[in-house]
């Protein structure tokens, strides 16, 4: 049976409509937590709660807006009461050579990959309660090792285990934890549709490929009291990836 280190609590899981997002809302409401899914597709993300669980509800949010990331959080504390854990999972993937790249294609891939983890900081800080609660980034192992034509998406992963330790600082005194998981190749359309993987520039061994759950998994444990000594951590989910490059 599955452990209940959520029991009545709340989080919110960006970019949670699908992928990892859908894997880790499941798994903290299988552990009891009532869940807010939010992501830009809100007809995806009221679809996926409708499956995740009666208690878990769907909330169209652009993470890259401020406005509507205060606006999910007032949702969750209108809907649920309170506010607990939060999951920036949401990310947005684009393929340029250095060349290339315009303000405009960095400022998309930043409002998402990295503002979007900071709004819902801003918005944790503002709604934990006294209890505290835990933040839990999702990072990349592109944060460490990286490849040609990723650079908005790999400078902003490196950004969000900078805010993940600044939040672990200055979250010290409130007990608020923050701390980053960095997934390797993971069986989701990112991997998949990379066009280095698609041409065969980059080679994925199936070995090296891991599931949503298994992230999932690793979020699940630093968002529970089970994690309760650690904050400013980074923990890799690659199958062991990046011990090899």
Known sequence: MMASRFENKVAIVTGAASGIGAAIAMRLSEERARVVIADIDADGAKATA?????????????????QDVAACAQA???????????????????????????????????????LGAAYFTKQAFRHFGDAGGAIVNISSIHAIETEAGAAPYSAAKAAVLSLTRTTSI??????????AVLPGAIDTPMLWDNPNVRSGVETIDRRDVGSPSD????VAFLASDDAKFVTGASLAVDGGRLAKL
């Open 170 to 179: 200055e979250g010290r005194e409130r007990n608020i934890r923050a701390n």
């Open 215 to 218: 992230i999932a998994a690793a």
């Open 50 to 66: 409708a499956r995740v669980s009666a208690k878990a509800i769907g909330f169209g949010c652009d993470v890259g807006s401020e």
């Open 76 to 114: 969750a504390l209108e809907h649920f009461g309170r506010l607990d854990v939060v999951v920036n999972n949401a990310g947005l993937m684009t393929f340029k050579s250095l060349a290339e790249w315009t303000e405009a294609d960095w400022l998309k891939v930043l409002r998402v990959d990295l």
